[in-house]
């Protein structure tokens, strides 16, 4: 089953980059390893990962999350600096988050599988400290990365600290210890941040929902307690009155034509949520290259000429082997 090919790839790759849900099915059934790796040194989750961000093919997704079902790591094949400042973060150790920040490795943009950045498990547990040398850590971190799979930005993960796919993280370490995490105090302060810093308030996630309708949602939920309910209501109130910062991004994202899923970091864009603009000057086209976010300015009257721009995939580069992207207006 774990045989391999010229690529190094078995058959349970293969079948991934075919988007054969039936035989990763049978794969898994039949023992296959997902902690394999080809010569690119990608498993079988990453380069469903790959496909479902280039294609925006929910046949992808939805092996994707077969793949973390059966228990595949978000972290093999990414960066031991990356891991390991994702991980200081939940705990909470100032002294070895300043030690790896230290380091000229260390990449701040940098995230696992999931597309979990530094910035996003700062604002899920409250690291105001943490969040704040980031950014103002050089180069800055992407303020506006989106997770893969549900497409939520930092200002989400304050809210819901990414509950959504966070199942999926290995329980025995500390981003995985999601017990008693409730919105504090801290929490609020951390949306102020990003907001001044520029984070874009109504950029939407894959359901929809932007920040501010997410905060909305929770206070109709049942069994808030009464500090959570105050702190969430502050929050709805900072969102709905952002400070008035320049704001570098918007959201740009591509519609696949078969389909009605929006990539959240993707082979294209659209200006599809234009009521963001008006917070820009430019819009940051942005995409995943191996285990890192990148992104180019583009001038907002650029992006609005004619709806859209494009990008096309650097001619360069295998498909399954990276996805860098050439930007066309």
Known sequence: MDQIDGQDRTALHVAVIRGEESIVRWALEKGASLEAKDKEQKTALALAMQAWIRTGNLEFY??????????????????????????????GDEIEFDRLLDEEEVDVNGCDLLGYTALHEA???????????????????????????VAETALHFVIERGILDRQFIDRR????????????????????????NGATPD??????????????RKLRSPGLDAEEERNLRRILKILQGPPPVKRRSAKCTYKQQRSSV?????????????????????????????????????????????????????????????TSFALVI
């Open 203 to 216: 950029l939407s996630r894959y359901d929809g929902l932007t920040p501010q309708a997410l905060a909305e």
């Open 123 to 149: 604002a899920c547990f409250g690291r105001e400290s943490m969040a704040r040398k980031l950014l103002s850590h050089e180069p800055k971190p992407f303020i506006d990365a989106e997770t893969i799979l």
């Open 262 to 322: 929006w990539v959240p970091v993707s082979q294209g864009c659209l200006a599809s949520y234009q009521h963001s603009l008006k917070y820009s000057h430019f819009a940051q086209v942005y995409y995943r290259e191996d285990a890192r976010f990148q992104w180019e300015d583009i001038v907002v009257q650029q992006l609005l000429r004619g709806g859209r721009c494009r990008a096309e995939p650097n001619p360069r580069l295998d498909l399954f082997d990276n």
């Open 62 to 91: 939805e092996i994707a999350v077969i793949l973390l079902k059966a228990g595949a790591s978000i972290t093999t094949g990414v960066s031991a600096g990356t891991s390991q400042l994702l991980e200081v973060i939940a705990r």
């Open 173 to 196: 370490s500390a981003r995985g210890e999601m017990a008693n995490l409730k919105l504090t105090e801290i929490h609020v302060g951390i949306v102020d941040l990003l907001l001044r």
